[in-house]
């Protein structure tokens, strides 16, 4: 049977062309003469050749889908028309299929662009056969142009999610940690099979589980984000330092993970504690997610972490200025009525106290400006702060002059050597600030047996005044 004259061609479901390279083979064998040894590298630096070779090719048939797919009227339209077929932008890949027959080959494949003569981009899959018997000459080659433009494009398009995808994840303001915890879950798993019910319990008892599962994860990617907040220039050097990130602190914070993955809560959140590399803290809200797809196994996870310092910083911030005064550094008085009230319900058996009034507060401000008066209470705040400082004794500053410090605890040897404290720094201090000397007035004292907490500070509050009058009288004859 004639293939030429048969059915099969004419009915094939993609195009067919049965083409005549002969004169390309005529050129080859010029070029070889001339000492071309290089197709690819001759045609590259020769474009011109590279058109004039594709020139020389001779279309002698095509089929009914040929003519169908490149909208052609038949055979003598589409020929007269090839210019609008074959364009520019395939000769690259053209030089490749060159290049096959020049090796010898009788077979090869590409990806090109073609077009419709009314101008419709086809991306085809061209596939050439050179017919037995005419290897020697290349007279009769056939060709496939397969139109794969509806899986080109879904590739393209997949291959832009894809990128939207990746840039999205490394330019994230979010530091992001792509993870594989499937030797985790396979831990957790085995536990299950043994098992296990009680899983805090087992933590309590294993301290060890939570530093094998933090050394079986595997950190796949992280973004620009996570270089920035960690101060990391690249991510080998992250990678390597991720000892200096987690410290001891995430052990305590990763065994909570652990529990709420035991549970099967594979996305939940919750605040930590990361440093930079340059040993700055990192206040975080992790939140912690399995990917789709991957809820039986684990091996894709995401680890968000959004930086929260700033924020942490602000409520200690206000949490400190809610217990503490700002210009001497001590306790306020908000503080102190929380603290008396828990020592009451504690119900301890031994607790000292001592008031302390500064003398003159009033005439300095009047005569030297509040400026001095503040100094003055600021030299006070640090005086108390160092008596107080590697105890459980606390200080507060309860009004403009008045300070308490409870001593729970604390007999009365104990307050007395306090006291000794205060005036030998005080004295200190005064060498230092002879013009403008701090003077205070002090009572303490320690409960009795049935005594009451407020009794004591009243008792304690009275002896105060009591120096204090002596203070004034002693002023007044001078």
Not at 200 to 219: A, G
């Amino acid at each position: 049977m004639n293939f030429l004259d048969s059915s099969i061609f004419d009915l094939a479901p993609i195009p067919m062309w049965l083409e005549d390279f002969s004169k390309v083979k005529a050129l080859f064998d010029e070029w070889r003469a001339q000492g071309v040894t290089d197709l690819v590298k001759f045609l590259t630096q020769h474009p011109e050749k590279l058109i004039h070779s594709s020139q020389q090719i001779q279309v002698l048939k095509v089929n009914q889908k040929t003519l169908e797919v490149f909208q052609a009227q038949d055979q003598d339209h589409l020929c007269q028309h090839l210019d609008l077929i074959f364009k520019e932008e395939m000769l690259q890949s053209h030089i490749y299929e060159l290049a096959a027959l020049w090796e010898g080959k009788t077979e090869f494949s590409s990806t090109n662009i073609n077009y419709t003569l009314t101008g419709v981009r086809l991306d085809v899959q061209v596939r050439a056969t050179v017919l037995p018997g005419f290897e020697h000459d290349l007279s009769r080659v056939l060709l496939t142009t397969e139109d794969i433009t509806a899986y080109q494009n879904a590739r393209r398009l997949e291959e832009k999610n894809r990128q939207l995808a990746q840039s999205m994840f490394m330019y994230s303001p979010t530091s992001l940690w792509v993870e594989d915890f499937s030797r985790v879950k396979e831990r957790i798993d085995q536990l299950k099979a043994l098992g296990i019910e009680d899983f805090r319990t087992f933590l309590d008892v294993h301290h060890d589980f939570v530093q094998q599962c933090i050394e079986n994860i595997v950190i796949l990617d992280v973004n620009q984000a996570t270089l920035d907040l960690f101060k990391a220039p690249n991510k080998d050097i992250l990678l390597k330092n991720t000892h200096k990130i987690f410290s001891q602190e995430m052990n305590n914070t990763f065994r909570e993970q652990l529990i709420e993955l035991w549970k099967g809560n594979i996305h939940h959140q919750r605040e930590a504690v990361n440093y930079a590399l340059d040993g700055t803290i990192r206040n975080v809200l992790l939140q912690f997610t399995v990917f789709p797809g991957y809820e039986h196994n684990w091996k894709l996870v995401q680890v968000a972490l959004t930086d929260i310092t700033a924020r942490k910083k602000a409520e200690n911030y206000l949490e400190y200025l809610g217990k503490h005064d700002v210009l001497t550094k001590l306790f306020n008085r908000s503080f102190f009525n929380e603290e008396v009230n828990r020592l009451q319900r504690s119900h301890l058996s031994l607790i000292s106290c001592m008031f302390l009034d500064l003398n003159g507060l009033k005439e300095i401000n009047d005569t030297l400006g509040h400026d001095t008066g503040d100094d003055i209470l600021r030299r006070v705040g640090v005086i108390l702060n160092q008596v107080i400082l590697d105890t459980k004794f606390t200080a507060s500053r309860v009004g403009g002059d008045e300070f308490v410090i409870l001593m729970p605890n604390a007999n009365k040897e104990v307050a007395q050597s306090l006291l000794h404290t205060i005036h030998e720094l005080v004295s200190l201090d005064n060498q230092f600030h002879s013009s403008r000397p701090i003077s205070l007035s002090i009572g303490h004292a320690t409960n009795f047996a049935d005594e009451t907490l407020e009794q004591l500070l009243k008792r304690a509050d009275q002896k105060m005044y009591l120096n204090k009058k002596h203070f004034y009288q002693q002023s007044v004859n001078a």
